[in-house]
């Protein structure tokens, strides 16, 4: 890994005004920190800083930021970018000690094309991109790098699925996802359209027996209970008028 060393100076005006002008001589603000000491404004080049985050390690690179002569180990705490063109505004820096373990966050890159993209038509959802992790400033890796070549569709992997080295502590729960194989958003939801449909056919085909059944016997309840007074009232009358012809003929 190569080392940088970026000069820096002390500053005394800060302030949006001291910024701008800092600015337009083509360096930028930053502030030093270190544990039990106070914050320091410094100014530093931000093609230097540039350089760095460029470099395989990134915002994780362990450098030197020369103070008048005076070297300090330190790591980028954070950085401001400029929304549109991308030119760096600010850079923090944290001074840190060899010796002594600190928590960083580190990119993940994936590797291969998993078996459920090649042969099952899925998508790949990489959900987590980044982990935090705890080590020892040395022990900070550039990446962490995960083979996803053998992933099915539907299949995932967890954090606790990652081979990391002894040397290296997560900072994340075990249980969170990192990337899985799924189905296209479009197919997703037109196979939960088919399933909406079919349920609802077969709801209906379900329930239509039922309703034409009742239907049917309320119907005809109703035309017995109609009919039998008609029939008794034709009844009586032809028995009257059969009596009637009897006794005329008497």
Known sequence: MPEF?????????VGKNANRKLRSRGLIPGVLYAT?????????????????????????????????????KVILKEFQREPVRGKLLHADFYEV??????????????????VGVKLQGGIVDFVTRELEIECLPADIPEK??????????????????????DKVKLMVEPEVVVVHVVLPRAEVAAEAAVAEGEAA?????GAEPEV????????????????????????????????GEKREKK
């Open 36 to 72: 039990g000491q106070q914050a320091q404004a410094v100014q530093v080049s931000p093609g230097e800083i540039g350089t760095i985050l460029k470099s395989a390690a990134g915002e994780n690179t362990i450098f030197d930021l020369d103070i008048a002569g005076k070297r300090r």
């Open 212 to 243: 034409i059944k009742k239907g049917k016997t309320d119907k005809v309840e109703d035309e017995a209970a109609e009919t039998k007074p008609e029939k008794g009232e034709k009844r009586e009358k032809g028995e009257k008028r059969e009596k």
């Open 144 to 165: 962490i790098v995960v083979d996803i070549s053998h992933l099915e569709l539907g299949k995932h992997l967890r954090v606790s699925d990652l081979k990391l080295s």
């Open 201 to 205: 056919v077969a709801e209906a085909a």
């Open 97 to 114: 000690a060899l010796d002594k373990r600190l928590e960083v966050k580190v990119h993940i890159e994936l590797e291969g094309t998993p």
């Open 5 to 13: 060393v970026v000069p820096a100076e002390r500053r005394t005006d």
